[in-house]
């Protein structure tokens, strides 16, 4: 397989400083060479360009950063797109997961895709509901055409995934409001409970079917708090109770198997937060395992 790595080094849409390094903590642990020995062809395309964070202004308490968060997802959605033309599968290391508005969106174009969203939390707020500001709890909703339209209209105008298409896995913390929104525009949500009772494999199976019904091939977004935080500590916003360290490579496993992958994002590493580079080095491993590596 033909990859191209991007790194997206914003932590604008994030409540706390240092997600902006973790795409360097990830290209660190090893990324590039681990998926060299699988045989893939890997190019680094580097880090977009945004602004730096000293520069930033928080002008809307309702959503903070908002010009410089468009800004990130413009220059990573060019860069995605000319992965994309190059015929490469586009590795997108975050950063906060407000990237997810670029790299999603530039994968989304001219197609109909599916996404399984792998995360803690459900990203579905918009600033009616947000009760942060922080616009790394936002993009799904706006991908699925829902919040300001600066947000839902950004690259191209109108939505970029049909909410009955999106299958969101690992969920533990969802805001009151934003369960609401999830339920009235038909997103398929699973959270440690389904797991829990019905076992990772089937509930990735069904992730996968709502994802690929109808659609041209599959993006996962991939944030490391959805493992529990003693395997991923260096996450900004942690909640107990999450996957554990198999449970994470069985979902990309499960995620490679199907053949309908397109596109990967990992974010929300903060090395700050971090011990000995273990989350890095975790997401490192799960790009592997989505990207066709096995035990046996």
Known sequence: MRVAIIGAPIDFGAGRRGVDMGCSAIRYAGL???LQRLGHDVVDLGNVQVTLAEQGRPDNPRLRYLNESIAAAQSLAAVVATARADSRFPLVLGGDHSIALGSIAAAARDRTLG?????????????DTTPSGNIHGMPLAALCGIGDPRLVNLIYPGRKIDPHHVALVGIRDLDGEEKSLLRTHGATVFTMQHIDRQGL??????????????????????????????EAPGVGTPVSGGISYREAHLIMELLAESGKLVGLDLVEVNP?????NVTARLAAELAWSALGKRIY
């Open 272 to 276: 700050i937060l971090d011990r000995e």
């Open 32 to 34: 590039q060479a681990g």
């Open 115 to 127: 996404v399984i969203w792998v995360d803690a939390h459900g990203d579905f707020n918009t600033p």
């Open 201 to 230: 494999d089937q509930v990735m199976a069904r992730a996968i079917e709502v994802a690929c019904s109808g659609t041209d091939g599959l993006w996962a977004s991939v944030d490391l708090d959805v493992a529990d935080p003693h």
